[in-house]
């Protein structure tokens, strides 16, 4: 006869958790031992760690549902949200888990990252909505099947938590690189009939660090929680400031 475990004996198990600790200034990864339980995220590690062996622990959540991401770090190497990530779908074999902060991001403290720079480039890239200092007097009708509201709908539901910016390696080689939300943000707006920065905007992801620097590498496509595709945003803003250019616009 197979035996068959019960879910209570699961906790019997422990899981090595190792957690970068320190700030700015430097800092090491301490090991910790936690139970294994069932349907664990990896958010749920953490919060036990910290509640029942270091208080002094800091980390960064809000929501716990993946609506959001505030609680994004690095996990076993790749940036994820931790309350939608389980601990069983990245521990291995091994069972061990290793959490740093966000990468290309300064430290504020333990898995804290600021995230200062990355808002910062969302402004240098023109990521707000610009009527034009004239709002139109009534809503603005937009076709849901035209090929600007398609293009805006496949980019918008970015919710500013880093992981494609911690995922990107132009990031990492260029401090200038506007990243990949920044300028998935420029996309959505340019292709956003009502907006009326798209000039302005466009000189603005031309210039040094901006759309024209991505490599391509997909990166942070292949991580983004919400599958988005800021690759192909990045792709779409490299034709738009190609045709302003000959058109004399830029």
Known sequence: MTSVESPSSKTDRQITVRIWRGDARGGDYETFLIPDKPNQTILDAVTEIQRNQEPGLTYRFACRVGMCGSCAMTVNGKPRWTCRTLVETV??????????????????????????????????????????????ADFVPVDPTSADRREVDAAIECINCGVCYAACDVVSWDEDYLGPAALNRAWSLIRDEKDKGRIERLRA??????????????????????????????????????????????
């Open 91 to 136: 521990s291995g074999s091994s069972g061990v888990l290793t959490l740093a902060p966000l990468r290309n991001l300064p430290v504020i403290k333990d898995l804290v990252a600021d995230m200062t720079v990355f808002f910062e480039k969302w402004g240098r890239a023109k990521g707000r909505f610009d009527d034009g200092g004239a709002p139109d």
């Open 205 to 250: 992801v031309s210039e040094k660090g901006g759309c024209l620097s991505c490599h391509t590498h997909q990166r942070c496509a292949q991580l983004c929680p919400n599958q988005l595709n800021p690759t192909r945003s990045i792709a779409g803003l490299k034709r738009a400031v190609m045709s302003a250019t000959l058109k004399g616009e830029l």
